[in-house]
């Protein structure tokens, strides 16, 4: 008797192994490929239209619970959809940031740097951002400068660890490890709207050490965009939050991304 028993109990796990197993496959056969994922979710995140403005509110906060805002006007404008583009961040309050303009001419193609130039008002300077200061902290934030940009789709590889009914889950190993200080991130993409949602990053020590969240998304000129999301540092305790407002997309942004405009705002910047 307890033969029999035995072996209808391992009937039952062989059949429910089988049928999981037939279950996961069927959602990874109905996935799309990792390149057409991310590829997609990039397009989403960063080239939604031809180019594009918002009002940007953003709040840093310590620790300790200590809180500081910035308040900037952000432009972007592709030169090529999914590939080069180019913005500015005009910063207006408070008066420590004011008039302080953050340009970025972004390149995309493996080996290939983003030229970054950020004007100083007190000292009428135009500084060079270096190619090796792209992951450190933009204007004191938990944000760093690659972010407000992105980071190039060649620069990982990406690979589809996991597929449920909501979500895709791809991990990213940097090309050039050496470069950067995580060891790898990993998105969650939203299934239907293919918006990024979370971003967690790694150490070299494997310790996850970054969370970047998208925390409300709305449809604007039939656009799912992020208008607001939250990063937060593990190791500070740290986070920054920012809130997009008066978002606005194909708005016929001229070529204005100069030099001589990070001295003197365009007219796109000020209306």
Not at 26 to 35: F, I, N, T, Y
Not at 130 to 154: C, I, N, P, Q, W
Not at 228 to 238: M, W, Y
Request: proline share 3%; net charge neutral.
């Amino acid at each position: 008797m307890l033969r029999k028993e035995s072996s209808a109990v391992l009937l039952v796990c062989a059949v429910f192994s089988l049928t999981v197993a037939g279950v996961a496959r069927a959602a990874e056969g109905d996935a799309p490929d990792v390149q057409t994922i991310v590829t997609r979710a990039n397009i989403v995140a960063y080239y939604q239209g031809d180019d594009g403005k918002a009002t940007v509110k953003m709040t840093i906060t310590s620790k300790a619970g200590q809180t500081r805002e910035r308040e900037f006007i952000i432009l972007r404008k592709d030169v090529v959809d999914g590939g080069d583009q180019n913005y500015f961040v005009y910063f207006q309050r408070p008066s420590d940031v004011r008039r302080m303009v953050y340009m970025v001419k972004k390149h995309v193609g493996e080996g290939k740097d983003d030229d970054r130039w950020l004007y100083l008002p007190a000292l009428d300077l135009v500084k060079r951002v270096a190619a090796s200061d792209k992951r450190t902290s933009f204007v004191g934030s938990d944000f760093v400068y690659e972010d407000v940009s992105g980071r190039g789709l060649d620069q990982d590889t990406h690979e589809l660890i996991e597929t449920t009914d909501a979500m895709f889950i791809v991990k990213n190993v940097p090309k050039k490890p050496e470069e950067v200080e995580f060891s790898y991130y990993t998105v969650a993409i939203d299934r239907k709207t293919y918006v990024p949602t979370k971003m967690d990053f790694y150490d070299k020590q494997g310790q996850l050490y970054r969370v970047i969240e998208s925390k409300d998304v709305k449809v604007i000129q039939d656009l799912p965009t992020v208008t607001r999301s939250v990063v937060k540092d593990l190791k500070t305790g740290g986070q920054t939050e920012m809130e997009f407002t008066n978002v606005q997309y194909n708005v016929g942004i001229g070529d204005i991304f100069e030099e001589r405009y990070l001295r003197r705002p365009p007219r796109e910047a000020m209306r």
